[in-house]
């Protein structure tokens, strides 16, 4: 699986941003996906995610009502709709995938075995 994210930029306080990560692989719909961030010295964390089935979510409490995780299976893309972008949103956002995970691992970075390259999203104050 590669993946490709993409959409990131430079935002103002407040504003929206969506971010989205392309899939190869002919067996996306069986791939649990999800979003983590890494902030400038700061170790990689959970954003979100989302089941195959598109029929779980799960969001970090820093993000919960503001972002929004969304997957379109046909054209094998992840989404992140990122709302009320605060400065603390600043980081690289990278998109993972993993084949049908625990729900317990959902948000763990060492369950993602295929990772993006990353985008850089930047909120400005």
């Known amino acids: 699986v590669q993946l490709q994210a993409f959409g990131g930029g430079l935002v103002q306080v407040g504003g929206s941003l969506r971010l989205s990560c392309a899939a190869s692989?002919?067996?996306?719909?069986?791939?649990?996906m999800a979003w983590f961030r890494q902030a400038p010295g700061r170790e990689r964390e959970f954003a979100a995610a989302?089941?195959?089935?598109?029929?779980?979510?799960r969001y970090a409490d820093s993000v919960k009502g503001r972002f929004t995780i969304s997957r379109d299976n046909a054209k094998n893309m992840v989404f992140l709709q990122m709302n009320s972008l605060k400065p603390d949103d600043t980081a690289v956002y990278y998109c993972?995938?993993?084949?049908?995970?625990?729900?317990?691992?959902?948000?763990?970075?060492?369950?993602?075995?295929?990772w993006g390259q990353g985008t850089q999203v930047t909120v400005s104050s």
């Open positions: 993972a995938a993993t084949r049908r995970v625990a729900l317990c691992g959902l948000e763990a970075l060492s369950s993602y075995a295929y």
């Open positions: 692989g002919r067996t996306f719909r069986d791939w649990d």
């Open positions: 989302m089941r195959y089935s598109g029929g779980t979510t």
